[in-house]
């Protein structure tokens, strides 16, 4: 009996509830959040090529709105949201390394997560070769770490694990691939307490986004599978050939990236404005060059190129270029979509040439040139199992991922989103420092 009354009283205690249930609304609101955030990017970007090709002379639109917008985006994050540039990710990670709120909270809160939706959104307004995935597992991190706060729970790094993977799960529809890409990507500090906070997170969000846009394959459904030895040499060259490009692609990223913070540390703001503008320059360029098809996510490309139609011969290269200008002039938003379509594009072409099929060879390409930018070769087969449906090719799409790391280790030591998220940290380290020297020069001797 006594044992029963104690039962009882714990299942009855609100304050054993109230924890997991600030933590399971705040994993059905990364769902919610993400596929909103999901319309509102498609509205925008459907919005801004409905602008650029209204009129006789409208595609030159992208020659004024897209510096002006890259300028003012970059604006805006570093002076009203500081640390919301760039795809969100690298934030996620740094966060999960510090230990104290107040330096997880520069980089991971409920405004930043407002700014990031709203720039990103500004970003592909403005034509922005950018994607909203990376964005939201940032948004997803900076919520269920709110969440900690607010249920006073103790797990703050596992919360931020397990929304960023909620983010990944909702944003994509791909719950497998939001799970493995915590376990491979973000945690590579990995506790296994944080299963079933991750698993969890995972399953509500994924439940509302599932209540909000039904079931639906990202990329839709295909089923070409490798069975000839011209398709098995496609696995090869797009394994070997997208690592290549995706390790070149992170490896000028990183080195850029550099460059342009010590050129513009004396004058930071003004300097990053001239950047920004540049690049968006340079983008809307590229993109009336190109009759548009590098503007925004590259989304309808890579999905023309999974149902069989080639893309142009050199589109992957000049996606690649809009993709990392974007990158480089330092606005929020992501590459995991524009990266997708480099690879679909880059695998299309080699099918071409080859002769083989154009639909394996976009998704192989996927898979290795993905690969190869985030050296996460899980995470790169599981995602593009899950947004295809394709089932036939999973042995030809895992060589692929694997080959495509492999390539891309020995040409660039150092992932992509870990290389970015050392920036953070150590800015993170400067800010605690100068409190302390600063705390100390105001205590009274």
């Not at 399971?24 to 090529?49: C, E, N, P, R, Y």
């Not at 079933?196 to 909000?212: D, E, K, M």
């Not at 080859?354 to 930018?373: D, K």
């Not at 495509?404 to 920036?423: D, K, N, Q």
Request: glycine share 12%; aromatic share 10%; net charge positive.
């Amino acid at each position: 009996m006594k044992m029963l009354r104690r039962t009882r009283v714990v299942w009855g205690n609100w304050q054993v509830w109230k924890p997991r249930a600030i933590f399971w609304t705040g994993a059905l609101a990364v769902g919610v959040i993400s596929v909103a955030f999901a319309k509102m990017a498609d509205w925008a970007q459907h919005l801004f090529f409905s602008v650029t090709s209204s009129g006789t002379w409208a595609f030159l639109l992208p020659l004024l709105i897209t510096p002006i917008g890259f300028a003012l985006c970059a604006w805006l994050s570093i002076k009203v949201f500081p640390n919301s540039g760039g795809s969100g990710i690298p934030q996620a990670i740094a966060a999960r390394h510090f230990h104290e709120d107040e330096d997880r909270s520069r980089l991971l809160s409920l405004k930043l997560a407002f700014g990031k939706i709203i720039l990103t959104i500004a970003g592909l307004l403005s034509g922005a070769s950018i994607g909203r995935e990376g964005p939201t597992v940032q948004v997803g991190a900076s919520i269920m770490l709110q969440a900690a706060r607010l249920g006073g729970m103790a797990q703050a790094r596992g919360l931020i694990l397990a929304g960023s993977a909620a983010g990944i799960a909702a944003a994509f529809n791909t719950p497998l691939a939001g799970i493995v890409f915590a376990i491979e990507e973000m945690g590579r500090t990995y506790e296994a307490r944080s299963n079933g906070l991750v698993l969890t997170a995972v399953i509500l969000s994924g439940l509302a986004s599932l209540g909000l846009v039904g079931t639906y394959t990202y990329f839709g459904t295909s089923s070409v599978s490798a069975q000839t030895a011209a398709d098995w040499g496609l696995v090869l060259v797009c394994g070997i050939g997208g690592g290549l490009f995706g390790a070149v692609f992170s490896a000028f990223a990183l080195k850029a990236s550099q460059r342009i913070r010590r050129w513009s540390h004396s004058v930071p703001l003004k300097r990053m404005l001239i950047v920004a503008a540049l690049c968006g320059l340079a983008s809307a360029v590229i993109g009336v060059a190109t009759g548009g098809a590098t503007f925004g996510t590259g989304y309808e490309q890579a999905r023309s190129a999974i149902e069989g139609h080639a893309a142009p011969s050199f589109f992957f290269l000049e996606k690649l270029a809009a993709t990392f200008l974007s990158m480089m002039s330092g606005i929020p938003g992501g590459i995991f979509a524009p990266s997708l379509s480099v690879g679909a594009g880059f695998g299309s072409t080699v099918a071409s040439v080859l002769g083989t099929s154009i639909g394996l060879g976009a998704i192989l390409g996927m898979a290795g040139y993905f690969a190869g930018v985030v050296q996460a070769p899980m995470t790169a087969f599981v995602i593009i199992l899950e947004m295809t449906g394709n089932h036939e090719a999973l042995i030809p799409i895992m060589a692929a991922s694997m080959l495509g790391y492999l390539t891309s280790r020995m040409v660039s030591a150092e992932p992509l989103y870990h290389g970015l998220s050392r920036v953070f940290i150590a800015q993170g380290i400067r800010a605690k420092r100068a409190n302390r020297s600063g705390e100390e020069r105001h205590t009274p001797s």
